[in-house]
């Protein structure tokens, strides 16, 4: 219903922005989160929350308090809203692409997850027809609307998991949140997107067809340089492009002393960002694509891999390229993941499947 797409759209605005505040931060703020859900078929229940950085939860109380109430207050822009619905009629139109990829354990976990939430299991070419049937109906003042009136009608309960269990922590915690109530919010006002920087990669070199595997009838080219191309077109998923770049000899290439920074390279290269261009501008310039930057070590190779549309395949290559020749390597990108890995490092071991995951 209008209700549910409403919900999507102004928890993506929101979650948007506090996202760009957790890289701005250098980790202090993480993994921010929202959901609205009937609990026990009788009472709706909407949350809000983040993980902060080991004793810093009153920065992240009164990000999000201030956050919210600054949504509340001024509503999300017409900029905004626009690129979220931009954006999600990508990942719909992705999503009805690709369903045939889905795994039978994918497909039961959805259905166990509307059991649970009370909702009905739809096909993606389902929430696309509903998306489309409603799209004129997602304006501004609607979202606005519906957000206030489900994230302002009542008071907050607050909840705080802090390990030092320090005493006078419930009242600190009040005092935070009241405190954090006098700051004033002004509208929200975004950074405007710049023109992506790496355009030109130098003097366009030549492929040369070298052969064709038996297995696959995948074709293989080599550049000038010595960069090989492994090509595989098919007729299913028409309009998606499956990107995969290797680069490089991986694990095998990386001393022991070197090891420690695998986890590290796994989130902090893409969170370093590019040297033109850090983290957030990237998200701006391509906002609305089904564009990612997805970076991690395999044994043999340093891979770079994304699913995209078809008119978002060359800027998602130019965007694997700079990653490799032009990486930024900020020390925000750093910190942030240092952090996320220091939480991580603490906290898995509070459920059995995280344990075996790691393990």
């Known amino acids: 219903n209008l209700e549910y797409w409403t919900h999507l759209l102004s928890t993506r605005a929101l979650i948007n922005r506090i996202d760009t505040l957790a890289y701005e931060s250098g980790g202090r703020i993480l993994s921010p989160s ?10 709706r229940v909407s949350q809000i929350g983040v993980t902060t950085a080991d004793r810093d939860w009153d920065f992240g109380l009164s990000t999000l308090e201030q956050k919210l109430r600054q949504a509340v207050e001024f509503g999300f822009t017409e900029d905004e809203i626009k690129k979220q619905l931009t954006a999600l009629e990508n990942e719909l139109q992705l999503s009805v692409e690709t369903a045939g990829d889905s795994s039978s354990a994918t497909l039961a976990n959805r259905v166990m997850n509307a059991v649970d939430s009370g909702y009905v299991i739809a096909s993606p070419q389902t929430d696309l027809s509903i998306f489309y049937e409603l799209r004129d109906q997602l304006t501004v003042k609607s979202i606005n609307e519906a957000f206030r009136k489900r994230w302002a009608s009542q008071p907050p309960r607050l909840y705080l998991t802090e390990r030092s269990n ?8 009040l005092e935070t949140y009241a405190e954090s109530q006098q700051t004033k919010v002004t509208p929200y006002v975004e950074k405007a997107a710049t023109e992506f920087a790496y355009q030109n990669f130098g003097k366009p070199g030549k492929a040369k067809l070298i052969g064709t595997s038996k297995y696959g009838h995948i074709l293989r080219y080599r550049f ?27 694990l095998m290439a990386l001393t022991q002393e070197q090891s420690a920074l695998i986890n590290l390279y796994n989130v902090g290269m893409s969170t370093g960002g590019l040297k033109a261009h850090d983290i957030n501008d990237l998200k701006r310039i391509f906002a609305g694509t089904t564009m990612g930057l997805e970076a991690t070590v395999e044994t043999n190779a340093f891979v770079l891999k994304q699913a995209v549309k078809n008119e978002d395949a060359l800027n998602q290559l130019r965007v694997f390229a700079a990653l490799m020749i032009d990486g930024g390597y900020r020390e925000q990108g750093k910190s942030f993941t240092l952090q996320m890995l220091s939480n991580y490092l603490e906290t898995y071991q509070e459920s059995p499947e995280e344990v075996q995951a790691v393990n």
């Open 34 to 43: 929202m959901s609205s859900e009937i609990s026990l078929e009788s009472v």
């Open 166 to 173: 320090a005493p006078g922590l419930e009242k600190t915690l």
């Open 224 to 250: 000038d340089n010595g960069v090989m191309l492994n090509i595989k077109q098919t007729d299913f998923e028409k309009s998606v492009v499956y990107i995969s770049a290797r680069v490089g000899k991986g």
